[in-house]
């Protein structure tokens, strides 16, 4: 199998690929969760805007680092040339949002003949407010502009004429997940301060481990498919709080653990076009988007290997290691 991750130095492609080596760089236990699957026939190809980047953090992996950027059709068609499957995993600021509907179009284009299957991480904003729990069925009602971008994204790619698999992820967190919305629920709780989130915290919401988020994307791409196919990955309903004490138990600090209302953030998002952005997410977490795993446990054996009591553990010793 030839592969292609892209946006191998983000959070899921680069676990994707610590998937694919079957190496826990990341690991800080020796944890068997990783289904080694290069063997000496198989090609891992990364497509990456800084090579440097990724070496830092896979120095000696058996990888072919393609460097270009995702906007750039010539770079583009060089890296998806002779791959089977290609994990599409790159990802633009919340500020360029629109940017990833285009470097979709442009993925598409670049393709040609090859006809690899694509598999994209989906995420729960484009369903809008569903009966829970959201299967792969559940129709899209994307409810805000960046919710609307994600949907938009999704029909480029699944209407493109080779096969996708789009695999519905609830929100990563682990080592080297680093982004504005899951950080202070470690890192606050690693320096022993409170936490105050910008959406309700007492409501269901599930969160997957990364490592078992990759491992999603790949056990589909592992099947042979000529048809697009669709799947949602549940773990377990939880609450931003609980998920958050989990952390001080395991930084073995204390804190509160505050949600603001609707309305406070409405309010802040007049006066800072970062809020204004954020708030266009924060729908996931006023609402039950909790999600059934059924067709995919069923049709290519998936479940998630790490429970929050470790993953969560895991998380608080990496950002202790790396003062993040
Ligand atoms: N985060 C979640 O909780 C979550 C949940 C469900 C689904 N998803 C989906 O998973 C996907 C990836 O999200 P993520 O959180 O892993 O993203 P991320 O950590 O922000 O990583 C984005 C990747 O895209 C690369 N990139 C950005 N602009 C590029 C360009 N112009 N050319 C080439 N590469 C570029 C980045 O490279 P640099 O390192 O050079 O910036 C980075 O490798 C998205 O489709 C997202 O919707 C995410």
Same mark, same amino acid.
């Given at each position: 199998m030839r592969y292609l991750v892209t946006g191998?130095?983000?959070?899921?492609?680069?676990?994707v690929?610590?998937?694919?080596?079957?190496?826990?760089?990341?690991?800080?236990?020796?944890?068997?969760?990783?289904?080694?699957?290069?063997?000496?026939?198989?090609v891992l190809r990364?497509f990456?805007?800084?090579?440097?980047?990724?070496?830092?953090?896979?120095?000696?992996?058996?990888?072919?680092?393609a460097?270009?950027?995702a906007?750039?059709p010539?770079d583009v068609r060089s890296a998806v040339a002779d791959v089977d499957v290609v994990v599409h995993c790159v990802?633009?600021?919340?500020?360029?949002?629109?940017?990833n509907v285009e470097a979709a179009r442009l993925l598409v284009t670049a393709v040609g003949e090859d006809r690899p299957h694509l598999v994209f991480p989906g995420?729960?904003?484009?369903?809008?407010?569903?009966?829970?729990?959201?299967?792969p069925?559940?129709?899209?009602?994307?409810?805000?502009?960046?919710?609307?971008?994600?949907a938009e994204t999704d029909a480029v790619l699944t209407n493109a004429p080779f096969p996708t698999t789009v695999v519905?992820?609830?929100?990563?967190?682990?080592?080297?997940?680093?982004?504005?919305?899951?950080?202070?629920?470690?890192?606050?709780?690693?320096?022993?301060?409170?936490?105050?989130?910008?959406?309700?915290?007492?409501?269901?919401?599930?969160?997957?481990?990364?490592?078992?988020?990759?491992?999603?994307l790949l056990a589909v791409a592992g099947e042979e498919t000529a048809e697009n196919r669709r799947y949602?990955?549940?773990?377990?309903?939880?609450?931003?709080?609980?998920?958050?004490?989990?952390?001080?138990?395991?930084? !073995?600090?204390?804190? #509160? &653990?505050?949600?603001?209302?609707?309305?406070?953030?409405? +309010? =802040?998002?007049?006066? /800072?076009?970062? %809020?204004?952005?954020?708030?266009?997410?924060?729908?996931?977490?006023?609402?039950?988007?909790?999600?059934?795993?059924?067709?995919?446990?069923?049709d290519v !054996?998936?479940?998630? #290997? &790490?429970?929050?009591?470790?993953?969560?553990?895991?998380? +608080? =010793?990496?950002?202790? /290691?790396?003062? %993040?």
């Amino acid at each position: 199998m030839r592969y292609l991750v892209t946006g191998a130095t983000g959070a899921i492609g680069s676990a994707v690929v610590e998937q694919i080596l079957g190496s826990r760089a990341s690991e800080p236990d020796d944890v068997p969760e990783a289904d080694p699957r290069l063997g000496a026939d198989d090609v891992l190809r990364v497509f990456v805007r800084n090579a440097d980047r990724f070496r830092d953090r896979f120095p000696d992996a058996p990888v072919e680092v393609a460097e270009g950027n995702a906007l750039t059709p010539i770079d583009v068609r060089s890296a998806v040339a002779d791959v089977d499957v290609v994990v599409h995993c790159v990802n633009f600021p919340i500020a360029r949002y629109h940017q990833n509907v285009e470097a979709a179009r442009l993925l598409v284009t670049a393709v040609g003949e090859d006809r690899p299957h694509l598999v994209f991480p989906g995420n729960t904003w484009v369903f809008g407010s569903p009966d829970p729990p959201i299967t792969p069925t559940t129709p899209f009602d994307p409810p805000s502009r960046l919710a609307r971008l994600k949907a938009e994204t999704d029909a480029v790619l699944t209407n493109a004429p080779f096969p996708t698999t789009v695999v519905h992820l609830p929100d990563f967190y682990g080592p080297y997940v680093t982004n504005d919305l899951v950080r202070p629920l470690f890192a606050r709780p690693v320096a022993g301060n409170s936490v105050v989130f910008p959406a309700p915290v007492d409501v269901p919401h599930e969160f997957v481990y990364v490592a078992d988020a990759a491992r999603a994307l790949l056990a589909v791409a592992g099947e042979e498919t000529a048809e697009n196919r669709r799947y949602t990955v549940g773990t377990e309903p939880t609450t931003v709080r609980k998920f958050v004490r989990r952390a001080y138990d395991a930084a !073995g600090t204390d804190g #509160r &653990v505050w949600g603001l209302p609707p309305w406070v953030v409405r +309010v =802040a998002a007049l006066f /800072s076009d970062r %809020v204004r952005a954020v708030a266009d997410i924060l729908h996931v977490f006023a609402t039950d988007v909790t999600m059934s795993g059924a067709a995919i446990r069923e049709d290519v !054996g998936f479940e998630p #290997r &790490v429970g929050y009591r470790e993953g969560v553990r895991r998380t +608080v =010793a990496w950002y202790d /290691s790396e003062g %993040v």
